[in-house]
């Protein structure tokens, strides 16, 4: 069974930065686009950005685009997320997964299997 295990969240004050991790340990996911989502409380789930498994193609949420950088590292079977000039209204969980395909559509995109999250809190 795919396990994805999240790790890099915590608290940071407006304007700072923040790199969240995620691993697979025991599974190959070359064939694999990856994702980063974020749920905050009362919202729905979103999705952040994307990182395709053909050329590395990113994607990323317009809340998000400029501030943060999705990466892979294949041979680490390890999925980055670094976020840089935080606001209050970035705090949320945050959620890795691994999906089928990446694209503009990042909210809705199809995946065969999702981290439990890490907490990122925005707060001075």
């Known amino acids: 069974q795919l396990r994805l295990v999240e790790s890099g969240g915590g608290l940071v004050q407006p304007g700072g930065s923040l790199r969240l991790s995620c691993s697979a340990p025991?599974?190959?996911?070359?064939?694999?686009?990856l994702g980063w989502f974020r749920q905050a409380p009362g919202k729905e789930r979103e999705g952040v950005s994307c990182?395709?498994?053909?050329?590395?193609?990113?994607y990323y949420g317009d809340s998000v685009k400029g501030r943060f950088t999705i990466s892979r590292d294949n041979a680490k079977s390890t999925v980055y997320l670094q976020m840089n000039s935080l606001k209050s209204e970035d705090t949320a969980v945050y959620s890795c997964?691994?999906?089928?395909?990446?694209?503009?559509?990042?909210?809705?995109?199809?995946?065969?299997?999702w981290g439990q999250g890490t907490q990122v809190t925005v707060s001075s």
């Open positions: 997964a691994v999906l089928y395909r990446c694209g503009y559509d990042l909210t809705g995109l199809p995946g065969r299997s």
């Open positions: 025991g599974f190959t996911w070359d064939d694999y686009s």
């Open positions: 990182i395709s498994s053909s050329d590395n193609s990113t």
